[in-house]
């Protein structure tokens, strides 16, 4: 299989690039603007196969496309990849607004090519072995669900706040594929022109979910926190949690001697990609889903920035 990397930054370097280098029958092409980078990265893969721009890719007879580059440029190149009917993989957010997400779907669909997003959270070993909700994408036996992603002293414009960091937790709450404010409680908190904190809750049947973002919080963390009928759990990381059932707690762990980028889910997301790449096709469930937290991140954001303006 040959895969072609857009984008050669920060994310692909951390993430990405220590797994998909490693993977057996996969040729690696790399793509980026910069050419010191691109030269540095290709010598310590090992990758022959070099680009400076992706609208040379249609030429390699490659299989994929994963997209790790900034977001204000996802779409100009996840819409030229899929007319060339290329599965195309792109990190969250696909793009910072609902308008362009729908049609890149439309655009997918008619061209018959899987379009993926890169929620590494829906993925997360330890999370899914024992909340089989995430995994499955839907509501089941949760009575409550409810995600923190804190940041130390990192408060933003609302547009970025809410599509590069805050939908990781609005996406992994977002089971019933909600697309809309209606019955959905936002708070939020400014620090001078900029959001420091906000607070998206509704309810599902009987399942309240609740995403939360603090970027004054003193440190950086995250926190999921979810109940059942008389069983509730609670992951203060990704390696390591509690469970309380019949009055009593137990301590859950990730396998020993995980690897960090397997205990954040990257692994099995990415394993995910590749069957799906082998496929041809994605779950419908899955494209839903995608495309309503990105609904509905839009519909967060132009509430605060109408209040912001007002």
């Known amino acids: 299989m040959r895969i072609g990397i857009v984008g ?142 804190n940041r130390h002293n990192l408060v933003g414009d609302i547009r970025p706040f809410i599509f590069d960091d805050f939908i990781h937790a609005l996406d992994s709450v977002n089971l019933n594929a909600k697309s809309t404010l209606d019955d959905v409680y936002v708070t939020h908190q400014m620090f001078g022109d900029h959001l420091s904190r906000v607070d998206v809750q509704w309810q599902s049947g009987q399942c309240l979910l609740h995403a939360s973002m603090n970027r004054l919080n003193g440190i950086t963390n995250e926190c999921v926190s979810a109940t059942y009928h008389n069983q509730s759990y609670q992951f203060t990381s990704f390696m390591r949690g509690q469970r309380w059932l019949n009055n009593e707690e137990r301590i859950l762990t990730s396998e020993d001697w995980m690897p960090m980028l397997a205990t954040k889910g990257f692994d099995t997301m990415i394993a995910d990609w590749l069957s799906v790449v082998e496929s041809g096709t994605m779950p419908l469930h899955t494209v839903e889903r995608n495309i309503s937290t990105h609904q509905l991140a839009d519909a967060i954001a132009l509430q605060l920035e109408t209040l912001f303006i007002c």
């Open 8 to 149: 050669l930054g920060d994310i692909a370097q951390k993430a990405y690039l220590p797994i998909v280098t490693q993977l057996k029958n996969v040729e690696l092409i790399f793509c980026t603007r910069n050419p010191t980078v691109l030269n540095a990265l290709a010598d310590q893969y090992g990758v022959t196969c070099c680009l400076g721009d992706y609208r040379q890719l249609n030429k390699k007879n490659i299989d994929a496309v994963m997209i790790h580059a900034a977001t204000h440029i996802h779409y100009d190149i996840a819409h030229w990849c899929i007319k060339q009917g290329i599965p195309t993989f792109v990190d969250k957010p696909l793009v910072d607004n609902a308008e362009q997400v729908e049609r890149l779907y439309e655009l997918a669909e008619q061209h018959n090519t899987p379009l993926y997003v890169g929620f590494n959270r829906r993925h997360i070993p330890l999370f899914n072995k024992h909340l089989p909700e995430l995994a499955s994408g839907n509501i089941g036996e949760l009575h409550s669900l409810r995600w923190e992603k």
